[in-house]
């Protein structure tokens, strides 16, 4: 995994905005992350090429799934100093409100975790956090867990 | 409740194409019809998620599921009503192979007044042989949101 050994080059914990800068496809969304509280947050600014209605506007809810589900990921690298990108085996996604075009947020935290597989929760919000767009509950397998 | 204009299916064919984000990955819908909708996105740089082996991140997968989806409910209504998303869960089978297009297909296996119900699955070679599914809820804004038809824009 060199784009994750090189984000872990120098600390104990990866940095993030090298990890996240590294998906091609968090690039696409514009996608960006940091250290906030102790803790990863995601960051998506509005774009239009990540409008789903264009009548509301509202994001895509393809793109709500892809910004939890990145959060989920960064949450496992971060926590769990992992070397290697975690696999997602399933996840569900809740949509509880329209996501207007404004910035997004996103943070994950570690519901459980065992041996081979960590269950991750996931939350997307927009202007307040106590009012959450979206969110997520999944699965993924540990690198190098049954590989 | 208004009947289903003429050119509904046109219109739902249309309007999931020119969808920004969709139209925006390179995606493209090839068809729309019979509570069904199929698309299809050509690998691209912009895709992957995994920069060390190529293989597309699983928020395009879930993007493409959610999309057809919709289209799957459009292609199902008995009248023109705007939909959103209620829920959506994907099981990924497997990565998909890095070069190779992606196909995604979704069912509307049954509509009531308030919600639609779906079943899909992104497959690359084969149809059988599924890289995910996903079951997924889509809630009908019956009397809500603005229509999204040209009619009322």
Redesign the interface.
Known sequence: MEFLARAMAEGTTPDLAVLVGAIPYCRHLGVSAELRDGAPILIMPFAEHLVGNVMLPALHGGVIGSLLETAAIVQVIWEMRSPRLPKPVDITIDYLRSARAATSYARARIAKQGRRVVNVHAEMWQDDETKPVAALRGHMLLPGAAA | MSELPADWLDHARKMMGQ????A??GAEILEVGEARGRARVPYG????????TGV?????I??????MG?AAVMAALKAPV?I?????????MK?AVPGEDIYAEAHCLKVTHEIAFVRGSAYQSAPSDPIAVCTAAFMLLRGG????YPGK?
Do not use: K, N
Request: charged content about 15%; overall charge negative; proline content about 14%.
């Open positions: 969808t920004p984000y969709f925006g990955i740089p912009h895709l992957v998620g995994d920069p060390d597309v991140h699983g928020g395009v879930t993007a493409l599921l959610d999309h919709g705007p959103a998303t209620l829920d959506l869960r994907i099981d990924y990565p949101a603005a229509l999204p824009a």
